[in-house]
T-cell receptor, first 112, second 114 residues
């Protein structure tokens, strides 16, 4: 089964608007992470949320996790052109060694 | 700010050749990871490493792959006999504590197997 399917695949917004990306998964998880990847560049680990947590904040980022619906969302508030990137969710199953399964990602474009 | 570094940034090799990809994790980090991303595809976990042992590996990480921490600073990924399908971007990451923990990624090595 596939884990970590992001929705939408692509999102285009104006600077200053909020961006919401969703991630769904099929099996029970220990943790879920959100990452950012600028075009052709490395990954940046944004937020890790544990299965017993429902919401986490980091600056302009807000992540929610609904384990009953097997879904997570990433909200970027007051977006900036520099937020233009691909955003991935990744899930861990029953391991404590970082064996994560990544989704295809949402490509976010923030227009100045 | 400390960062993970990787060398080389690009490597071109012939099929069947051995390659070693190098990573220098953040100095006080103890847990190390390799991922790969084939062009246009998902990021895939390869292996995690702690205390000179593999903690976890994926199905991709077969006998052609090996990892090593040869000294106190480097963390290497060796592919013994490269195949065309090994062409990908390879990312190293490290964490200070055991997973789950914030990971710090290197910029990646783009490997092209001809």
């Amino acid at each position: 089964s596939q884990q970590g399917e992001e929705d939408p695949q692509a999102l285009s917004i104006q600077e200053g608007e909020n961006a919401t990306m969703n991630c769904s998964y099929k099996t029970s998880i220990n943790n879920l992470q959100w990452y950012r990847q600028n075009s052709g560049r490395g990954l940046v680990h944004l937020i890790l949320i544990r299965s017993n947590e429902r919401e986490k904040h980091s600056g302009r980022l807000r992540v929610t996790l609904d384990t009953s619906k097997k879904s997570s969302s990433l909200l970027i508030t007051a977006s900036r052109a520099a937020d233009t990137a691909s955003y991935f969710c990744a899930t861990d199953l029953n391991t404590n060694a970082g064996k994560s399964t990544f989704g295809d990602g949402t490509t976010l474009t923030v227009k100045p | 700010e400390p960062e993970v570094t990787q060398t080389p940034s690009h490597q071109v090799t012939q099929m069947g050749q051995e390659v070693i990809l190098r990573c220098v994790p953040i100095s006080n980090h103890l847990y190390f990871y390799w991922y790969r991303q084939i062009l246009g595809q998902k990021v895939e976990f390869l292996v995690s490493f702690y205390n000179n042992e593999i903690s976890e590996k994926s199905e991709i990480f077969d006998d052609q792959f090996s990892v090593e921490r040869p000294d106190g600073s480097n963390f290497t990924l060796k592919i013994r006999s490269t195949k065309l399908e090994d062409s990908a971007m390879y990312f190293c990451a490290s964490t200070r504590r055991q997973w789950p923990e914030t990971q710090y990624f290197g910029p990646g090595t783009r490997l092209l197997v001809l």
